[in-house]
């Protein structure tokens, strides 16, 4: 709580009171700690991909290293670093228009089954790479009225996510079914699941905030900026629809996701 008073004179200037202001700022003060974070986070996340650029191209520069392939090691991580950088300011830009709203949706009626489609046939050789199958259940004939390129963004944050969190050998499903059908507000629940490494209990709270990774280090290793699950959610509930995570250590995850299927009015 914040306290002010201030004294009140009448137009003569002779003292009348005080008036006292008695403010809840928890709020205020939660949002600017969040934004000064995101801040040192973003510093902290840019600084690291420019720290290796930096370090492997001075060692190079200085001459002292003639092997050839150890050339072309070098100049492959400052390529990787360079384009983890290059995802990373896409990721944060992504991020600071949909917080904002500057999104405007594009709602139209979208064929989900294509939609998956076209998203999984993307994915394909990285799951292939890892020999994860892929099973896709999606009711025929089903639309849902969105912004087409939001959902496919959706829809590949969390499929990659599953890919990129699953062992060799392992499975990945996506299932969709129509809830309260006839009625009113018909919704549809989406499930992205996987047989991976799975999240801590302790994790699932804080899974979709910035930057927030179980092992930083895994994260990293497959290209991730950290950033996927927070713009997910953004998109989601900017369809006025919810997304939760259910998962156990060594079993595996599954997001559900939960989308009005006809474009709520305001
Ligand atoms: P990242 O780029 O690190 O994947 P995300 O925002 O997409 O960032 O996800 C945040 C974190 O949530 C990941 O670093 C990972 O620890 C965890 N995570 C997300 N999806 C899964 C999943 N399917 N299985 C296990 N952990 C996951």
Redesign the pocket.
Same mark, same amino acid.
Do not use: E, F, K
């Given at each position: 709580l914040q306290f002010d008073g201030v004294p009140m004179s009448e137009d003569s200037g002779s003292y009348r009171g005080m008036l006292f202001l008695l403010q809840d700022v928890t709020d205020i003060r939660r949002l600017e700690r969040m934004r000064s974070e995101f801040v040192a986070n973003v510093s902290h996340e840019l600084k690291t991909p420019i720290a290796a650029v930096k370090g492997f191209a001075e060692t190079l520069l200085s001459g002292g290293v003639k092997d050839t392939d150890t050339i072309r090691s070098f100049l492959q991580i400052i390529y990787d670093e360079s384009d983890r950088l290059n995802r990373l300011i896409g990721d944060i830009l992504e991020l600071s228009k949909i917080e904002s709203k500057r999104v405007p949706l594009e709602y139209a009626p979208i064929h989900l089954k294509e939609l998956l489609d076209s998203v999984t046939e993307v994915l394909l050789p990285a799951a292939n790479k890892k020999s994860i199958v892929l099973l896709q259940e999606i009711p025929e004939h089903l639309f849902i009225e969105g912004d087409e390129d939001r959902l496919r963004q959706i829809f590949m %944050?969390l499929i990659s %996510?599953?890919i %990129? *969190?699953t062992p060799e050998g392992g499975r990945v499903s996506i299932g969709a079914k129509v809830l309260h059908e006839g009625g009113e507000q018909e919704i549809i629940r989406f499930s992205v699941s +996987?047989t $991976? !490494? $799975? !999240?801590p209990r302790k994790d699932l709270p804080r !899974?979709f905030e910035r930057f *927030?990774?179980? +092992?930083k280090a895994r994260?990293r290793g497959s290209g991730? /900026? #950290?950033? #996927?699950?927070?713009i997910v959610k953004h998109l989601v509930e900017l369809h006025r629809g919810a997304i939760r995570v259910e998962?156990r250590v060594g079993e595996g /995850?599954s997001f559900i996701l939960d989308l009005p299927l006809m474009h709520p009015i305001d």
């Open positions: %944050n %996510n599953a %990129n *969190y +996987d $991976g !490494i $799975g !999240i !899974i *927030y990774r179980v +092992d994260s991730g /900026t #950290g950033l #996927g699950l927070s998962s /995850t």
